[in-house]
């Protein structure tokens, strides 16, 4: 497993940017396909994006609608979400997460990460 940390959530106004980061432990983190998550309390953890090992590969949700891009640095071994044009349902905790599992299987399932973070919580006021 990975160990992974999250940092950069606050509190944000409607219509703001903010860049989540997640750092690894692992220096092999090139192996890993990675993902952003987002929970709610009371609700089940929703699939936001992710990113293939070698960073070209990029898969988002429907409901981000383009607002929000993903990526990596794999000598820094960090990933990042960038989030822009916030919404107020845009706020939940965000987690990082970690799958062996090869990319082009196109996985998006919480299911099929083996690592995760302790997550940030962001939060939109309107």
């Known amino acids: 497993q990975v160990r992974l940390v999250e940092s950069g959530g606050r509190l944000v106004q409607a219509g703001g940017s903010l860049r989540l980061s997640c750092e690894a432990s692992?220096?092999?983190?090139?192996?890993?396909?990675m993902a952003w998550f987002r929970q709610a309390p009371g609700k089940e953890r929703e699939f936001v994006a992710r990113v293939s090992p070698s960073g070209r590969g990029t898969d988002y949700a429907d409901s981000i609608q383009g607002r929000f891009t993903i990526s990596r640095d794999n000598a820094k071994k960090s990933i990042y979400l960038q989030l822009a044009n916030l919404k107020p349902e845009d706020t939940d905790v965000y987690y990082c997460?970690?799958?062996?599992?090869?990319?082009?299987?196109?996985?998006?399932?919480?299911?099929?990460?083996?690592?995760w973070g302790q997550g940030t919580q962001v939060t939109v006021s309107s």
């Open positions: 997460a970690a799958s062996a599992r090869p990319y082009d299987w196109g996985e998006r399932a919480s299911g099929r990460f083996d690592s």
């Open positions: 692992t220096p092999t983190l090139s192996s890993y396909t």
